[in-house]
């Protein structure tokens, strides 16, 4: 039977749901047919568009016992982070859009308030849930409103240090708040961290609790000694959680802590999260789950338990069905291990995210030089700072957004030191399907900012490799290399290099110079043709190395009537920004256009298609170029100033 016959044949109960209050009607026997149809549902619907199938899997039980206890969206339910929210979805009233998941018109892959009252928070990073919660909690409390705050929060989230900044002030504020743990061990990658082995060894102990209320139900049947020796027993209890249990952890900061449960026990979860919500504090609700439960291919993936597939996938095999592509993350994982052969002081750090980044090739070929941080990018940037002190040349490998929250340590740990520290931008730019909290597009703006720092951006496999190496042979600073996601283009080799920049394309007429940033060499190149269709030459250059401005960049731009910048990242203070700078300090007055992503939050959807929306394509670049150059030749230009944040260019 097909996943989709298998679904129609389940589906009487999930037909049935259009809310939250459905569920709740439902028998203990009807939550486990319902549980069934919701993994049939996912895998029939998640293996046609890719998505986060792996944690949703194994969190059916749990959000079921959570819409059952809690009344959405009067009450709060905050996920921490929001892959895991797709069973959310289903039991409030979305499961049309899941035909269309991930994709123009269909579903976000997180949380998203547009889609339902039910949403709250849309940030999809990690650790942040607890933070919100503390505020949700403390504005309820101050206007007397009677609302409970639940955030749901994976295990590798709480080896992000936000997480225990926000467990002190919800401890001291004391408003009733109940903090449910989805304790998989596994955030991208098995769970690290003293906290995460704490739980692991937890799942190896008996039910201590079970254990307890077997002795008080003999006891208290025991006439005279029954009753104080089940007193006694009771002071010790304490005792023994804590040798099994981090209780102590967090009772000392004040937070109830229950568990652990079974989170695919629905009756278990929902006697928890009931306890929970009476108590009147803040309330720690510890549940075991599997990730990829119920769906063999998911639990047989020792890797990531198909964390998240990035596109369609057999639902036999769990292999995805597109033909295999050399992506950019391989031939950096690939490069990184060639490096690493040679240089023994080379090593790896990740957070959370050895697979996804490319830095497990490493990780499996030199174990001993590679340090998983868990879901703490800060940690990894001072951490790699001490690395650097102690002599070594550390390799950052983290995806470009996530960058962005540690950018003080960029600054102040790494930079101000001039450590030689190496940062490895993976899915660099738009990136499409994730949404705009995953799009890489703020790195060169807000990086660009550090002294001393110095930012490539390669355009092919081949380039990639060459900047890889010149980055860690770099010793007296920092390096940033940002790429995007998916497949490499073919590589596209230089007619010759001027200083550290590459001359793509060249004219006998100097119209324009288009800089174009990393990947859009290609680019570049389909718009120096249709340019030339037009009368006019283009010299397409790659700068290769984008800060600090090359002087041999002004130089070209001197020799040019105009000059125009493409780059996948935004405009604000981005290269156009600063080669318009650049060129203001050399007294150069030749006009900048620069083309770039507007400083805003871009709906999810291919990269094609939001490129096409941001005019970033090749057909749209050229007809601008065309226009600007033509312009020159009737009208007086006004000298380079610097860029305002408007969505179509200068």
């Not at 999930?14 to 009607?25: E, T």
């Not at 049939?40 to 619907?45: E, G, S, T, Y």
């Not at 174990?367 to 990018?377: F, Q, S, T």
């Not at 590459?502 to 119209?511: G, K, N």
Request: charged share 20%.
């Amino acid at each position: 039977m097909s996943v989709e016959q298998d679904t129609a044949h389940h589906a009487g109960l999930l037909a049935a749901v259009r809310g939250p209050q459905d569920v709740k009607r439902m028998s203990a026997e009807q939550l486990g047919i319902l549980a069934a149809e919701i993994r049939d549902f996912l895998v029939a619907k998640v293996s046609r568009t890719g998505g986060h199938i792996g944690p949703n899997l194994g969190v059916v039980e749990l959000t079921l016992a959570l819409h059952r206890v809690f009344d959405s969206p009067r009450d709060r339910l905050l996920f921490d982070t929001g892959h895991q929210a797709y069973v959310h979805k289903i039991l409030t009233g979305r499961q049309v859009g899941f035909d269309k998941l991930r994709q123009r018109g269909g579903l976000s892959g997180y949380p998203n308030q547009a889609e339902s009252e039910h949403d709250l928070i849309e940030n999809s990073h990690a650790s942040t849930a607890l933070s919100y919660a503390d505020g949700l909690a403390k504005a309820y409390a101050l206007r007397g409103e009677s609302r409970a705050v639940v955030a749901v929060v994976g295990d590798g989230a709480l080896t992000g240090g936000m997480c225990w900044e926000a467990l002190n002030n919800i401890a001291t504020a004391g408003n009733p708040l109940v903090i449910v743990v989805n304790d998989n061990g596994r955030s991208y990658s098995p769970t690290i961290g003293g906290l995460a082995d704490h739980l692991s060894s937890l799942r190896l102990n008996p039910g201590y609790e079970k254990v307890l209320d077997t002795v008080k139900e003999a006891l208290g049947s025991t006439p005279l000694v029954g009753k104080p020796m089940y007193e006694v027993l009771h002071a010790v209890k304490r005792g023994i959680k804590d040798a099994v249990a981090p209780q102590a952890m967090f009772e000392d900061l004040g937070i109830k802590y229950v568990g652990p449960v079974d989170g695919h026990d629905v009756a278990a979860v929902e006697g928890a999260l009931r306890a929970a919500k009476n108590f009147g504090g803040p309330v720690i609700v510890h549940a075991v789950t599997r990730k990829g439960y119920g769906y063999r291919p998911a639990e047989e993936d020792e890797a990531d338990c198909l964390h998240g597939p990035g596109g369609a996938f057999d639902v036999e095999t769990g292999q995805l069905v597109a033909a295999p592509s050399v992506k950019w993350t391989h031939v950096f994982g690939e490069e990184l291990v060639a490096i690493a052969d040679e240089r023994p002081d080379v090593v790896g750090i990740t957070a959370a995210m050895a697979e996804p980044t490319g830095i497990a090739k490493l990780a499996r070929k030199h174990p001993e030089r590679v340090y998983d941080v868990g879901i703490a990018e800060q940690h990894a940037a001072t951490s790699a700072a001490g690395l650097a002190m102690g002599g070594l040349h550390p390799v950052v490998a983290v995806y470009a957004t996530f960058l962005n929250r540690a950018f003080d340590q960029v600054l102040l740990d790494v930079a101000m030191h001039r450590l030689p520290v190496t940062f490895v931008l993976d899915r660099a730019g738009i990136t499409g399907p994730d949404g705009p909290s995953h799009y890489g597009i703020w790195d060169m703006s807000v990086f660009g900012v550090v002294p001393g720092l110095r930012i490539a951006a390669p355009r092919d496999a081949a380039t990639l490799r060459e900047e890889l190496r010149e980055a860690v042979a770099v010793d007296d600073g920092p390096t940033i290399v940002r790429f995007p996601t998916g497949a490499v283009a073919a590589d596209l080799p230089a007619l010759r290099r001027v200083g550290p920049v590459d001359v793509l394309a060249e004219s006998p007429r100097t119209d324009v110079l288009l800089v174009a940033v990393g990947s859009f060499g290609q680019l570049g190149m389909e718009v120096a043709t249709r340019v030339a269709e037009q009368g006019y030459g283009v010299t397409v250059v790659d700068p290769r190395w984008v800060r600090p401005v090359p002087a041999e960049l002004v130089e070209l731009a001197a020799a040019h009537r105009l000059v125009v910048t493409v780059e996948d990242g935004v405009r604000v203070g981005g290269v156009g920004d600063a080669l318009a700078q650049a060129l203001r300090d050399a007294d150069v007055q030749v006009p900048l256009k620069d083309l770039g992503v507007p400083a805003a939050w871009h709906p999810h959807g291919t990269r094609a298609q939001i490129l096409a929306d941001l005019g970033l394509t090749a057909q749209d670049v050229a007809r601008d170029v065309t226009g600007w150059i033509s312009r020159l030749d009737v009208e007086p230009v006004e000298p380079v100033v610097a860029t305002d944040d408007a969505a179509a260019p200068n």
